[in-house]
């Protein structure tokens, strides 16, 4: 049974940062591609990072040169660094790992930027 458990939310001014991690337990964590997604206030949610089993990564346009994921297969862990933080950002972040062709998901960890 998939567990993931997400940590490091909270509220940051603009221009701050924030450290999101996720714990998986559950199967081979380095056979996995991991992801983060957002889903902000009244909309949908998004994908923002993923990083597949090898270390290869891909962003949304929206965080691109400002958030980065990264992966230690040694502890289970996928993080996401938030920089430059936009109003724009705040949404509850999920991770997920890829079951193909679904995703197994954390219960969220809430991000507000607000002054």
């Known amino acids: 049974q998939v567990q993931l458990v997400e940590s490091g939310g909270g509220l940051v001014q603009p221009g701050g940062s924030l450290r999101l991690s996720c714990v998986v337990s559950g199967g081979i964590f380095s056979n996995y591609a991991l992801a983060w997604h957002r889903q902000p206030p009244g909309m949908q949610r998004e994908l923002v990072a993923a990083i597949t089993s090898g270390g290869n990564t891909n962003y949304a346009d929206s965080v691109t040169g400002r958030f980065t994921i990264s992966r230690d297969n040694a502890k289970n862990t996928v993080y996401l660094q938030m920089n430059n933080l936009k109003p724009e950002d705040t949404a509850v972040y999920y991770c997920?790992?890829?079951?193909?062709?679904?995703?197994?998901w954390g219960q969220g960890t809430r991000v507000t930027v607000s002054s």
């Open positions: 997920a790992r890829r079951e193909y062709p679904n995703w197994d």
